[in-house]
């Protein structure tokens, strides 16, 4: 697992040398220093998949797999970002949650899908489609310590450092996945906010239903959300709510 990761961290090192640059972003409609582009930010995004699904089973379920294929595929069809390609996967979870890991990988936590009509979820799905398309991920990890440490490790060399960096290298993945579990911005959140209002009227799902969403999620996880599930990784629950009325 080591090795894989090493090669993937490797590999960043080498890109970032050739593959920085200024590039306008239409998601967020500014021009933006990228450190890590798409081929890296899709191998970080492999090496982070085999540490979440350790801790979470992806669901076999047809129905529920489909159903968010379906929605999902309708939003990426309307990103802002098409040099990725977007995957949907659903968790063995009864948690209220859904998050997107570098390149494009979202994922949806069954117990989220089993309380949300399909509106809603464009909404949910749209929000992690935003955070992809407007580079939010990538932009935390390039400017994060655990970054930091990873381009150290690759640009030291890999003949003799591996076994003095190992333990550093699985360090600097632990910190990827705790960093994306943490959550955003607020200024990250709220714009992911205005592309799923933007990816879902475009795909043909009611934006207003971004507001049910909220509602139900709150709802579902009782008196300590913000503690808990979706609104760990997604604070600020009122002041979102009043953004979006904005937006809408």
């Known amino acids: 697992m080591v090795r894989v990761v090493f090669k993937s961290i490797l590999l960043s090192g080498l890109l970032f040398l050739s593959g920085c640059a200024t590039l306008y972003n239409p998601a967020t409609g500014r021009n933006e220093l990228i450190l890590i582009n798409s081929a890296t930010e899709i191998e970080i995004g492999n090496s982070v998949k085999a540490d979440l699904t350790k801790k979470h089973h992806i669901s076999q379920d047809t129905y529920l ?48 899908m089993n309380v949300l009509n399909d509106d809603e979820l464009a909404y949910v799905v749209g929000h992690e489609v935003g955070h992809v398309a407007a580079r939010h991920i990538a932009k935390r990890l390039q400017g994060n310590m655990a970054y930091q440490l990873l381009l150290a490790v690759a640009f030291a060399g890999f003949s003799d450092k591996l076994g003095d960096n190992a333990q550093s290298v699985a360090q600097g993945i632990d910190q990827i996945y705790n960093l ?29 239903a971004s507001l049910t969403a909220l509602e139900k999620i709150k709802k579902g996880e009782g008196p300590n959300w913000k503690v808990l599930g979706y609104f760990r990784s997604h604070p600020y629950i009122d002041e979102r709510t009043a953004a979006l009325r904005k937006i809408l």
């Not at 977007?86 to 994922?107: C, H, M, S, T, W």
């Not at 579990?181 to 795909?203: C, H, I, N, P």
């Open 65 to 112: 797999n489909n159903r968010l294929n379906n929605v999902g595929n309708r939003l990426a069809a309307v990103s802002d970002r098409k040099d990725i390609e977007y995957r949907f996967f659903v968790l063995e979870d009864k948690d209220l949650n859904a998050l997107a890991i570098p390149g494009g990988q979202i994922y949806v936590y069954q117990g989220l």
């Open 180 to 208: 994306i579990d943490l959550g955003y911005s607020r200024q990250d959140e709220y714009e992911a906010d205005r592309l799923a209002v933007k990816y879902s009227y475009k795909s043909g799902y009611n934006p207003n």
